[in-house]
């Protein structure tokens, strides 16, 4: 089925209701944040402390171990498979980590209200 080209976000090159489903959930959009101000390839671990510190105002050294372990397995069953299968991100199994592939998806992010 072909899409019509205002049916797509044209710098993404996705759909405009995938792009709004991708953005739809904050830890996502953290997530995509953190990944586009790193600029280079994270651990799913670091990643997940990141998150965490992010959304409770802490910096990583303090996020709990087990709060960490937690967003960890949220990003590999939520987060992850969705935005692989998007082409949004990029997951290297060999080290574990996850890179932005798709960095249109973080000025959409900033155009975007979700509440």
């Not at 996705?14 to 830890?27: F, I, K, R």
């Not at 937690?70 to 069953?77: G, K, Q, V």
Request: aromatic share 2%; glycine share 8%.
């Amino acid at each position: 089925m072909a899409t019509r080209r205002s049916d797509t976000d044209g710098e993404i090159g996705l759909p405009t209701p995938v792009v709004e489903d991708l953005l739809s959930d904050a830890t996502r959009r953290t997530a995509l944040s953190l990944l586009a101000e790193a600029g280079e390839p994270m651990v799913v671990g670091t990643l997940a402390a990141e998150v965490v510190a992010a959304q409770g105002g802490d910096t990583p050294d303090e996020v709990d171990a087990a709060d960490r372990e937690a967003m960890r397995e949220e990003l590999f069953t939520e987060h992850i498979p969705k935005l692989t299968a998007t082409g949004v991100v990029t997951y290297d199994s060999m080290l574990g980590a996850v890179e932005l592939a798709r960095e249109g998806i973080v000025e959409a992010e900033r155009t975007t209200e979700f509440r």
